[in-house]
């Protein structure tokens, strides 16, 4: 019986991808800066830690507590919306260090243990803005291609010890409260001058119909964690697999 980690799983692409894996017998090793308990079923394979990937002994005492894991899969992440002009140096920082310092954080503290067993799998989720650019995500999609970039030459870096590394690309999920939780960093971020533009975008987006679901990216973090012949990107969603030129399968 095999072990995932997942980070971010109070809610989301998180907490779906982890009931995925605990409905086909996986331990499940589900993180959350705050844990809760009542989010998923109470499970003899289920365990909620406690995990702030921006905190480097939050991430210490995770990984030791967890003990051996097969997979990890770096889901925690947070959102910006607004113009770079408008975006705050706090908010720029907390970004970047949970979106891509605190994959590559968390990448680094289970490292070890792959290389030593010469097996494992990591899965970093980033999004599909890192395909086509938007415009008033210059800073979100910045944290994300960042990562993109990481894991392609990580996964060079450690195909001598027999680990794969892969990225899942999401689209838009409305249907999540990823966007609900981005609104603090949304305050005064979209200066007057950019007002018609960013109206523009939301009436867009109102009337997209292709989106990603919860499950659309449970299905590929299941299928970069047990195909070995599964490629370094996933696009997951019918926007993201649109844009990435790819079919569903």
Not at 66 to 79: E, T
Not at 136 to 147: H, I, P
Not at 165 to 177: C, E, F
Request: glycine share 8%; aromatic share 6%.
């Amino acid at each position: 019986m095999k072990t995932v980690l997942i980070t971010g799983c109070s809610s989301g692409f998180g907490l779906d991808t982890a009931q995925y894996f605990l409905d086909r017998d996986w331990n499940v090793i589900a993180t959350m800066r705050t844990p809760r308990e009542d989010v998923l079923p109470r499970s003899e394979r289920l365990r909620v830690l406690a995990l702030d990937v921006t905190d480097a002994d939050s991430i210490r005492r995770a990984v030791a507590e967890a003990g051996p894991i097969d997979v990890l899969v770096n889901n925690a992440g947070i959102g910006m919306l607004g113009a770079l002009e408008g975006a705050t140096l706090d908010n720029l920082r907390a970004v970047v260090e949970t979106n891509t310092i605190g994959t590559m954080a968390m990448t680094q503290a289970v490292l070890p243990q792959f290389r030593q067993r010469r097996a494992g799998v990591v899965v970093n989720v980033t999004s599909s803005v890192t395909l086509k650019a938007l415009p008033l995500l210059a800073v979100y999609t910045g944290s994300k291609a960042a990562v993109n970039a990481f894991t392609e030459s990580l996964a060079l870096e450690l195909r001598q010890f027999d680990v794969r590394v892969h990225l899942v690309l999401p689209g838009r999920a409305p249907d999540t409260r990823f966007g609900a939780n981005a609104q603090p960093r949304m305050q005064g971020g979209i200066p007057d001058a950019y007002a018609d533009l960013a109206q523009n975008i939301f009436a867009e987006w109102s009337t997209q119909t292709e989106v990603t679901r919860g499950i659309d990216v449970a299905e590929a973090v299941w299928r970069a964690a047990n195909d070995p012949t599964s490629p370094l990107r996933i696009a997951a969603g019918a926007d993201a697999v649109a844009l990435a030129g790819t079919s569903a399968g």
